[in-house]
């Protein structure tokens, strides 16, 4: 089944604690991007990653890291996380950059 | 600031009825145009897409209309059924560039 895997789906955690979501697809896809999800700012892209090794900043990058060293993966670090990176954040990925693209299921941060 | 709007937040319909979900844009340079849906704790799913040298594209309930004077795009359903009930986000993005830009939902609901 053609699918993105976000995991973990829901997680709490303390200021200042590195964390790592990870996003993984299996449909060869060579676009990937995370997005977060906050109410009345719809979704916003943070990273994308066009192939291996290629990553570039998308709307809101601040706080954030990303690595695509295998074409199936696409982890988000945040560093040091902050209250205000408390949201809904979903991976997708697609063939080619802006076509139709396949989300996971969404991770819900908490930062407190 | 905002570049893809979506000024409706809610929006409610009889079942049979026609939907009619509205998007607008400001930059100019925005020449593709997607919409998806989205359900309770599941990722956004694509559902139909428009290049900017069409000013229309239909899939099956669903059509898209894009006026580019106006940097104005809707989403008609029809007929409305009570499984469309969810939250709509329109996208776009320029060709050449490789982020997307979403509004911010409009919530549809198909009264049975």
């Known amino acids: 089944e053609a699918q993105v895997t976000q995991n973990p789906r829901y997680l709490i955690t303390v200021t200042g604690k590195k964390l790592t979501v990870t996003c993984s697809q299996n449909?060869?896809?060579?676009?990937m991007s995370w997005y977060r999800q906050d109410p009345g700012l719809g979704l916003r892209q943070i990273y994308y990653?066009?192939?291996?090794?290629?990553?570039d900043k998308g709307d809101v990058p601040e706080g954030y890291k990303v690595s695509r060293k295998e074409k199936r993966n696409f982890p988000l670090i945040l560093e040091s996380p902050s209250p205000n990176q408390t949201s809904l954040y979903f991976c997708?990925?697609?063939?080619?950059?802006?076509?139709?693209?396949?989300f996971g299921q969404g991770t819900r941060l908490t930062v407190v | 600031d905002q570049q893809v709007k979506q000024n409706s937040p809610s929006l409610s319909v009889q079942e049979g009825r026609i939907s009619i979900l509205n998007c607008d844009y400001t930059?100019?340079?925005?020449?593709?145009f997607l919409w998806y849906k989205k359900y309770p704790a599941e990722g956004p799913t694509f559902l139909i897409s428009?290049?900017?040298?069409?000013d229309k594209n239909e899939d099956g309930r669903f059509t898209v209309f894009l006026n580019k004077s106006a940097k104005h795009l809707s989403l008609h359903i029809v007929p409305s059924q009570p499984g469309d009930s969810a939250v709509y986000f329109c996208?776009?993005?320029?060709?050449?560039?490789?982020?997307?830009?979403f509004g911010t939902g409009t919530r549809l609901t198909v009264i049975p």
């Open positions: 997708a990925s697609s063939f080619e950059g802006l076509t139709e693209a396949f």
């Open positions: 449909m060869n896809h060579e676009y």
């Open positions: 990653s066009m192939n291996v090794e290629v990553t």
């Open positions: 930059n100019s340079m925005f020449d593709y």
């Open positions: 428009i290049s900017s040298i069409k």
């Open positions: 996208a776009a993005s320029e060709t050449g560039a490789n982020n997307l830009f």
